[in-house]
């Protein structure tokens, strides 16, 4: 909500869902090789493409994305 408040938008609700894939690595462990976000909002203020650019830029510059950069993170967001 912090992006969203820098582009004029305020955050009404969110749902946010993560579908998260883990399979063998090869080495007798597992491995978290894929991550699919799904986020619906509510927001005032913005339209459609700022939002989701907004949501876009929240994914790269999370502190998680970051520490998971190896791994492969979608995202699907769309307005209520």
Excluded at 14 to 21: G, I, K, L, R, Y
Excluded at 40 to 50: I, K, L, N, S
Excluded at 58 to 80: F, H, M, N, R
């Amino acid at each position: 909500s912090g992006l969203l408040g820098k582009e004029g938008g305020t955050l009404q609700s969110a749902e946010v869902q993560a579908d998260v894939s883990v399979n063998p690595d090869g080495e007798g462990g597992l491995v978290i090789d894929s991550i699919r976000l799904t986020l619906t909002a509510e927001v005032d203020g913005v339209d459609e493409q700022t939002f989701l650019a907004t949501a876009e830029k929240a994914k790269q510059t999370c502190p998680v994305s970051k520490a998971l950069a190896g791994t492969t993170i979608t995202l699907d967001a769309s307005l209520a």
